[in-house]
């Protein structure tokens, strides 16, 4: 089973985990702090004034990454780093610019398709023809009404072709207050077919643990 360059970080739990991902994620996403540096005391603040209450370890099952997004905290840019920071750091050494890093936490509730959806992230980063199917297969679409889902639930415009391909293809339900699963269907059936065509698999279809095999595990200590 051929493995992608794609890390994938378990943890105990999802408050370890945001805590963990949370500047790296926000640094590379998030439409107020992305490419910028930042503390965790300014995110906390922009999160609570605009969310009401920092929920943040409550409002995210899973994180992705580039790799190339750990270069400004290994250059000192976000110091001090958390304990947690400097951990993933650690896990993580060896990725390259090339390689994708996911966190999930295997106890949490829709673990089953907070993998899967992460999964897709790392593959739309490390293969190129798969990304410039997956574009073309959205450019043929109207995702209007997904983009403008995506927009509220505080995604940089930058991702919207990323996350698109995320919820559409692995949980459309999530987004259903914007956009309908009927509605979606048919791009749905479509997207799965050029995930097949890149990498041999329905990725609606094969087993968790099957998809475990295709990654580099990594256990936060």
Known sequence: MKRLKIYLIESKSRQDLAQMFMRFQEHYESPEFKGKAFSVDEFI????????????????????????????????????????????????????????IIGVTPDAEYFKETVKHEFVHGAFHVNQFYRNDVKACLADNSIKEVSFGLKNMGYHQDVFVDEANAYVLIEPETIQEFVSVSSTKRLRENLNKVFYKHFGFSILDTKIQELLGRVEHRTPY
Do not use: M
């Open 45 to 100: 603040h922009w999160y609570t004034k605009k969310y009401g209450a920092f929920t943040y370890n409550q409002d995210w099952y899973g994180f992705n990454i580039p790799a190339s997004v750990l270069e400004p905290f290994r250059q000192g840019q976000f110091n001090p780093l958390t304990a947690k920071e400097r951990n993933l750091l650690k896990l993580c050494e060896k990725a390259d610019s090339n390689s994708y």
